[in-house]
C-alpha cells in the first residue's frame, strides 16, 4: 500500500486494527518511509507489510520507479527506522530458498543449507566456488518475490500500458463500482501476465489493451483461493488470500484507495 495513505490503509485492511502493527511502529514507519523516497530518488514507496521470524520481524518497503511494471527496489528494517536494501538473488538460489520450510529466524545473517540438490548439481556449484548455503536475506526477498507473484493485486483499470510497453499509474482511475468491486474479474495480478495468450478473441472483444494486459483473478487456481468480503457497510471491499493467509487487499469504490499488505509467518 502507498506509504502517504499508510495510517488510513491500515485501518481499513485490516477492519480497523491497524493491522497488528503498534502505535509506536506506526509513527516510526510514517516518519521513515518519506525518507526512503527521498533519500532513494523514488516516484513511489509502497510500504509491503512484514515477515514475523522466532527471534525478531521484517518490515518491508518497496520503491518504485515511474514504470511501475519494472523491477521493484526492495529494503527491509528491524525496527521501522533504519532500512536496508536487498539484492536481488540469481534465478538457482531463488528456486532453493523457496523449498525452504519452517519459519523465519529474525536474523538476516542466519544461514540455511540447501533443501535439495543433487550431488552433480552440489559438485558444479562447489566448483564455481558457490557455497551451499542461503542467507536468510536472499530467502527473505525471493520470498517477497513468490508472494507478489502469486497474490500481489490491483483493480482492473488502476494501471494503463502505454504502446512503448510502460506502465503507469492511471490518472482516470476513479475506482471501482461496488457491485464491479465485488467481482474477482476485476481484479488483476500486478507481475507479468502467463494466461493472456490462452484467450480467445471472443473473450477478448471487450477488452481494452491498455487497460486488460495483467491476468485477473477469476481463474485463479486452486478456485476458491481467494475470499471477497464488503465491510463497514460496503464502504470498504476487502479480498484475503488463502494460498498467502496474511495477505489482505482493500480497495474502497468509487475512489482511488486500495492497497495490500501481508502480515504473516511465511512458514507453510
Not at 215 to 234: F, N
Amino acid at each position: 500500500m502507498e506509504a502517504e495513505g499508510l495510517p488510513g490503509g491500515l485501518e481499513l485492511a485490516a477492519g480497523g486494527g491497524g493491522a497488528g502493527l503498534s502505535p509506536e511502529k506506526r509513527a516510526a514507519l510514517g516518519a521513515s518511509l518519506p525518507l526512503l523516497k527521498r533519500d532513494y530518488r523514488f516516484e513511489a514507496v509502497w510500504f509491503w507489510g512484514c515477515v514475523h521470524g522466532v527471534r525478531g520481524t521484517y518490515y518491508i518497503a518497496q520503491g518504485l520507479g515511474a514504470d511501475r511494471a519494472a523491477p521493484r527496489s526492495r529494503l527491509y528494517s528491524l525496527d521501522c527506522v533504519e532500512w536496508s536494501l536487498l539484492t536481488p538473488v540469481a534465478k538457482e538460489v531463488g528456486e532453493q530458498a523457496e523449498r525452504l520450510k519452517g519459519r523465519f529466524q529474525g536474523d538476516p545473517s542466519f544461514q540455511y543449507e540447501y533443501a535439495e540438490v543433487s550431488a552433480e548439481d552440489a559438485e558444479r556449484l562447489l566448483e564455481d566456488g558457490t557455497e551451499l548455503v542461503i542467507k536468510e536475506e536472499d530467502r527473505l526477498i525471493a520470498t517477497i518475490d513468490q508472494i507478489d507473484r502469486a497474490v500481489g493485486i490491483v483493480p482492473r483499470g488502476a494501471f494503463v500500458k502505454t504502446p512503448l510497453g510502460s506502465v503507469h499509474e492511471n490518472r482516470n482511475f476513479e475506482g471501482l463500482s461496488l457491485t464491479e468491486a465485488k467481482k474477482l474479474s476485476s481484479y488483476f495480478h500486478f507481475t507479468e501476465p502467463s494466461n493472456l495468450k490462452n484467450k480467445t478473441l471472443l473473450e477478448k472483444a471487450n477488452w481494452d489493451p491498455s487497460t486488460d494486459f495483467l491476468d485477473s483473478l477469476e481463474h485463479d487456481i486452486p478456485p476458491g483461493s481467494w475470499t471477497v468480503q464488503p465491510e463497514k457497510g460496503g464502504a470498504v471491499v476487502v479480498l484475503r488470500s488463502l494460498l498467502w493467509p496474511g495477505l489482505t487487499f482493500y480497495h474502497v469504490p468509487m475512489t482511488k484507495q486500495y492497497g495490500y499488505v501481508y502480515f504473516g509467518t511465511v512458514g507453510r
